[in-house]
């Protein structure tokens, strides 16, 4: 599930103003410790800026042949 900007900042909010604790907050919270700190580096980090969504560039792939060894061989 993939969570806005508004939802993460409410997130990080939520956790911060809690008196269980962060491991429980995140527990009741079904957020995976790792994705919430995540978030919260961005947001310490940038602020509420840096919980806007990534950009999912494509990215290269392992095993593809350079445009420069393709028209070689071509």
């Known amino acids: 599930m993939r969570f806005s900007?508004?939802?993460k900042y409410e997130?990080?909010?939520l956790v911060e103003g809690s008196d269980l604790g962060v491991n429980r907050t995140l527990?009741?919270?079904k957020i995976p410790k790792?994705?919430?700190y995540n978030w919260y580096?961005?947001?310490k980090e940038s602020g509420?800026?840096?919980l806007?969504?990534?950009n999912r560039k494509a990215r290269s792939q392992w095993n593809?042949?350079?445009d420069q060894i393709r028209n070689q061989v071509v």
């Open 5 to 7: 900007q508004e939802e």
């Open 11 to 13: 997130i990080i909010s």
């Open 27 to 29: 527990k009741e919270l």
């Open 34 to 36: 790792r994705t919430f």
């Open 41 to 43: 580096g961005r947001y």
């Open 48 to 50: 509420y800026d840096g």
């Open 52 to 54: 806007a969504p990534n």
């Open 64 to 66: 593809r042949i350079p």
